[in-house]
């Protein structure tokens, strides 16, 4: 689908140019004048503390020259920022920023909003809420509060803290089975028949108790809490509650609470060696430690290995290993592919009928607003043929599949910051049981109030405190600001933000087929190889000198060609054509098989990769790509015949056949 209107997206940016700078400044002036009136009208009956005159005092000028003097030099070194607006760029995860996300983020900084809970921002908080709900329906959840399960969502500072988030949620309310029952034996209350098996909790096993399902438990919790409410008296009742926390994985730390346990092996959370390395991180932070992450292999294309995953799940479930969760990725951030979700979704369903449960959360801090494409406004799914028949290669069934499935999951993480075009801090995590905060609420509000019973309440209501259910403390009401406003102009559907999606896929698409031209116009000089077609807007390609088959050679040589579009904080950036990135494929991270596919394309001998045992092995224990984030809005934006990746294309040949004849002359 050649030359797409770009036009829809003109008053979108700031512009590679800044030709929207005329629109920015008189926004931003309005709104700043717009801010200062405010402040005038707060009670204009006093007196000003800083008068008229003080301009003319020394010290206030000297004052004046020193911070500009300061901020010339921070405005000269930002100089060597990363041109992530241009279509030049085409490395990391970030382009452009949305005007209106921009525009309300510097807007809303001004009044200094803090969302950690209403009264400290009353403008921003529900905005935050808003957004989680607008997301919450992007991924098909229910946000309707008559209905259940119904979903929230708040902001992060990023996908790392969504991520932790999904770990830390699934912990406790899988662990509050146990700690029920603990607390029930402890007082000798009787409680009603209760679970799946409706009998008394007593009577289940700790593996039973430990496999609940996240909305069994929501229900556990409300039958058990209201039984005890209505047939004890209030002091009870708080003894109760009490002893319940007191038993919680929260309160003991994972040590004291699985030596309570000792029938219980620890659990352990299942992630794709492509996973980022935050879930590695969320592991040590939370105390289930790192040994207790099992990696799952990837496939050929770099996504979850679902014979090696239903192995895995075989053998936990043989061994009665708890798995706390299963995390699928939509959209690697490597390779931008996409786990099959659906899949994963099915063994939860055919596991959970042995009494073998498993949350799934969905890390789709890269791929999340790609679910926007197929949304269509009304909230339904849009059928796979339809979307395929806008693009070349664009959706493989199991991508589609895999979107589609993240209805069933029960958490997303997504990052604004990154697909949404947002400034930064802004990730997000998405819950699609609101009942689960009643488990991570920093205090159980049923234990203080009986007669507000908190787990009733409505998610709005409860979520005004919201510093209380979530990773962080004080945080940005301007974030809130930037992706409420920005999801209102450009709404996350297929009309809305599909369109900016559409296009970075077609850019992609572009890309994918250009380079194949790049390998042909090249096959004498080096072999070139995209090892995994794209599941969505991320593209990689390895390129090896002809006739070599080592692979330590072929990573020496990329190297030098990567080095043409590095940025190199000591040159100016217009010394540079094009930027990019690059990564590596481990040995770790590929099966044998896969391997040798890519490294015969390659022309490279199997048995140069080795495993990293030295430094002298060091550049041979990896397969080094080139990696291409394609999110830039203007890439497909022709001017004199040429896209700019037609230019990239011209520009990665020239340097190519540069540093081949380096490397003869060297020889
Ligand atoms: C970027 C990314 C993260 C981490 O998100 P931050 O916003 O950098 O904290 C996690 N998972 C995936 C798949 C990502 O792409």
């Not at 940016?13 to 707060?42: C, P, Q, S, T």
């Not at 979307?387 to 069933?408: D, Q």
């Not at 217009?574 to 990135?581: K, M, N, P, V």
């Amino acid at each position: 689908m050649p030359n797409s209107d770009l036009s829809f997206m003109h008053p979108y940016y700031m512009g590679a140019y800044a030709e929207n700078d005329h629109v920015f400044e008189k926004i931003l002036l309005e709104f700043l004048r717009d801010h200062a009136y405010w402040r005038r009208n707060f009670h204009p009956e006093n007196r000003p503390p800083i008068p008229t005159n003080a301009p003319y005092r020394e010290h206030f000028n000297e004052f004046l020259a020193q911070m500009q003097q300061e901020l010339h030099t921070l405005s000269a070194d930002l100089k060597k920022s990363v041109p992530f607006f241009s279509p030049r760029y085409m490395g990391h995860m970030a382009a452009d920023l949305l005007l209106p996300g921009v525009l309300a983020q510097i807007m809303t900084i001004l009044y200094n909003p803090n969302n950690v809970s209403d009264d400290a921002a009353p403008a921003t908080l529900d905005k935050e809420l808003e957004v989680g709900f607008q997301l919450a329906r992007m991924f098909g959840y229910n946000i309707d509060d008559d209905r259940e399960p119904n979903a929230w969502g708040h902001l992060t500072s990023g996908g790392t803290v969504a991520n932790y988030e999904g770990v830390w949620n699934l912990r406790a309310v899988r662990c509050y089975p146990l700690a029920l029952a603990e607390a029930a034996q402890a007082l000798e209350l009787t409680l009603p028949n209760v679970g799946p098996k409706r009998q008394p909790l007593g009577k289940y096993t700790k593996w039973e108790l430990f496999n609940f399902s996240i909305r069994q438990t929501v229900l556990l919790m409300r039958e058990c809490i209201s039984h005890i409410k209505s047939n004890q008296n209030k002091k009870d009742f708080h003894t109760f509650t009490r002893k319940i926390m007191e038993e919680s994985v929260a309160h003991l730390g994972m040590a004291g609470f699985f030596l309570k346990h000792p029938e219980l092996k620890l659990p352990v959370l299942m992630v794709p060696v492509s996973a980022h390395y935050s879930w590695e991180k969320s592991m040590k932070i939370l105390g289930l430690g790192s040994g207790n992450l099992v990696p799952v292999n990837t496939d050929g294309h770099m996504r979850m290995k679902m014979e090696h995953l239903e192995e895995l799940l075989e053998d936990h479930y043989r061994r009665q290993i708890p798995v706390l969760g299963v995390v699928g990725v939509l959209g690697s951030t490597e390779f931008g592919s996409v786990d099959p979700i659906n899949r994963i979704v099915e063994f939860r369903k055919k596991y959970f009928q042995k009494g073998f449960y498993f949350g799934v959360h969905v890390d789709a801090a890269w791929g999340g607003y790609m679910a926007s494409l197929f949304r269509m406004p009304d909230g339904s799914f849009i059928p796979h043929d339809e979307i395929r028949s806008k693009f070349n290669y664009f959706p493989h069934e199991g991508t589609w599949l895999a979107f589609k499935a993240v209805a069933e999951c029960d958490s997303v993480t997504v990052d604004p910051h990154k697909l949404g075009y947002l400034p930064f801090p802004c990730g997000a995590f998405v819950s699609r049981d609101s009942g689960v905060l009643d488990f991570i609420s920093q205090k159980a509000a049923y234990v203080f109030d009986v007669k507000e019973d908190s787990t009733k309440l409505p998610v709005k209501k409860k979520l005004l405190s919201l510093g209380q259910y979530i990773m962080e403390g004080s945080k940005p009401g301007s974030a809130a600001a930037a992706a409420y406003v920005t999801h209102r102009c450009i709404p996350l559907h297929h009309d809305g933000f599909g369109q900016i999606m559409a296009q970075s896929m077609r850019a992609c698409e572009y890309f994918f087929d250009k380079i194949q031209e790049v390998k042909k116009k090249l096959k004498g000089l080096v072999t070139i190889t995209v090892p995994f077609p794209p599941d969505t807007n991320l593209i990689c390609f390895a390129i090896n000198p002809k006739n070599n088959t080592y692979l330590a050679l072929m990573n020496h040589f990329s190297r030098k060609v990567f080095n043409n579009m590095k940025i190199n904080p000591n040159q100016p950036l217009q010394a540079h054509d094009f930027f990019g990135s690059c990564t590596s494929l481990f040995k770790a991270g590929l099966e044998t098989e896969e391997a040798n596919r890519i490294l015969s394309e390659l022309g490279i001998n199997p048995e140069t990769f080795c495993e990293h045992v030295s430094d002298r092995t060091r550049e041979a224990d990896h397969i080094y790509v080139i990696r291409h984030t394609l999110m830039n809005p203007w890439l497909m934006y022709e001017d004199n015949g040429m896209n700019y990746i037609d230019r990239y294309c011209l520009f990665i040949e020239r340097a190519i056949d540069k540093e081949m004849h380096r490397a003869i002359r060297r020889k």
